[in-house]
């Protein structure tokens, strides 16, 4: 058995659920907001699956990958199937005495076109959309309280199977790393640091130490399957964006991160087409004297927005996990017969064109 303590800070502000999340609720004395172990652990195994998948190149093809990847899963994490399986580590976090706030966050306007109008909007609101409501005479109002950033709490990570240790340390290093927690964590809420990454990740040896100095040598690692993934996962096509400069807050980082990632957005396209943009994220919003209708009712962007601890201050990236964007159907969200492989060619087309606009800004460099 391994027992490992984390100290945890949070760098970006952070939305979570939970019942109750209200601010009425919060007013009442209740909790407005809920940091669990659980959620902590869900994350760390999306991330697990994302880079485990790339591994597994001996697999003939991506149905025995997947059938395979279920098997180590279920072993790593449980499973509750069948005669069910123990989960090989257990995670405890200690966020009683983190601070939550529904202040408005520091202001960076960017201009918007909406309904024929070209408006001011702060560009944390417009990352954090859905997280609050317009209130006449007021502005925009959280509807949920959100954990304040620059606070540090305690995990406490116990492996008990020690075969199962790399895969677990791996994927807490790739969720601390690259993730986030809460909502619109992929727009860089609810960033984190391992303050003491030397201790916690020690156990994995030197050569992984050694890589922590910059996290592009342990995505080398995983860049080897020369195919694309079925779901958000590592392989050859990984493709990671970070800021040139330092920046002295985390709100600046985050702003300029925003800007760049919606100038991308806009540049694909012409004004009020989304042909492209739908595969970037969708739903979309598009005016309602529009007719466009996106493929799909939901498909997660393969973008994650990250703000980072440095040196001089707060650095950023935005890394690109590419997939299929339909695997195993052939027809859109109203039932439309479709090309799954055209589908699949235009998503990609579409990526590659929104990287060659972040490329192409002067405040990312292009590091794999």
């Known amino acids: 058995m391994?027992?490992?303590?984390?100290?945890?800070?949070?760098?970006?502000?952070?939305?979570?659920?939970?019942?109750?999340?209200?601010?009425?609720?919060?007013e009442r004395g209740k909790p407005a907001c809920e940091l669990r172990a659980q959620s902590i652990k869900g994350l760390m195994r999306f991330w697990w699956r994302a880079y485990k998948y790339g591994q597994l190149v001996e697999c003939p093809d991506a149905e025995s990958r997947l059938s395979e990847l279920r098997k180590v899963e279920n072993k790593i994490f449980g499973s509750v199937s069948g005669n069910g399986n123990k989960s090989s580590f257990a995670i405890s976090v200690s966020p009683k005495t983190l601070?939550?706030?529904a202040q408005s966050l520091p202001s960076h306007k960017v201009e918007v076109d909406t309904k024929g109008k070209t408006v001011f909007v702060n560009i944390l609101e417009y990352l954090c959309y859905g997280t609050y409501v317009y209130v006449k005479g007021q502005g925009n109002k959280f509807i949920r309280e959100y954990i304040k950033e620059n606070q540090v709490?305690?995990?406490?990570?116990?492996?008990?199977?020690?075969?199962?240790?790399?895969?677990?340390?791996t994927a807490l290093y790739f969720f601390s790393e690259f993730g986030g927690i809460g909502s619109r964590s992929r727009n860089g809420f609810g960033s984190l640091n391992i303050r003491n990454k030397t201790e916690v990740?020690?156990?994995?040896?030197?050569?992984?130490?050694?890589?922590l100095v910059s996290n592009t040598g342990l995505l080398k690692r995983f860049?080897?399957?020369?195919?694309?993934?079925?779901?958000?996962?590592?392989?050859?096509?990984?493709?990671l964006f970070r800021t040139v400069q330092p920046y002295k807050s985390w709100d600046l980082c985050l702003a300029d991160l925003g800007k760049i990632y919606k100038k991308s957005r806009e540049a694909l396209e012409p004004r009020h087409?989304?042909?492209?943009?739908?595969?970037?994220?969708?739903?979309?919003?598009p005016p309602k004297d529009t007719s466009?209708?996106?493929?799909?009712?939901?498909?997660?962007?393969?973008?994650?927005i990250k703000v980072a601890k440095s040196e001089g201050g707060y650095s950023g990236c935005i890394l690109f996990l590419p997939s299929l964007y339909i695997y195993n159907s052939d027809t859109d969200r109203t039932g439309k017969q479709?090309?799954?492989?055209?589908?699949?060619?235009?998503?990609?087309?579409?990526?590659?064109?929104?990287n060659r606009l972040l490329s192409a800004d002067h405040r990312l460099e292009a590091v794999l």
């Open 2 to 26: 391994t027992l490992i303590n984390c100290e945890i800070e949070i760098l970006t502000p952070m939305f979570l659920g939970g019942a109750p999340q209200t601010l009425a609720d919060s």
């Open 99 to 101: 601070s939550t706030s």
């Open 153 to 169: 709490f305690p995990m406490k990570l116990r492996i008990d199977d020690e075969n199962c240790k790399e895969d677990v340390l």
């Open 201 to 211: 990740f020690s156990p994995l040896g030197k050569d992984f130490m050694k890589a």
């Open 223 to 239: 860049k080897i399957l020369r195919e694309i993934p079925p779901f958000t996962a590592f392989s050859h096509r990984i493709r």
């Open 273 to 285: 087409h989304y042909d492209k943009r739908q595969y970037i994220g969708a739903p979309l919003d």
């Open 292 to 304: 466009f209708k996106s493929l799909l009712d939901r498909h997660s962007k393969p973008y994650f």
């Open 338 to 354: 479709l090309s799954r492989e055209t589908t699949n060619i235009q998503f990609q087309n579409a990526c590659d064109e929104f």
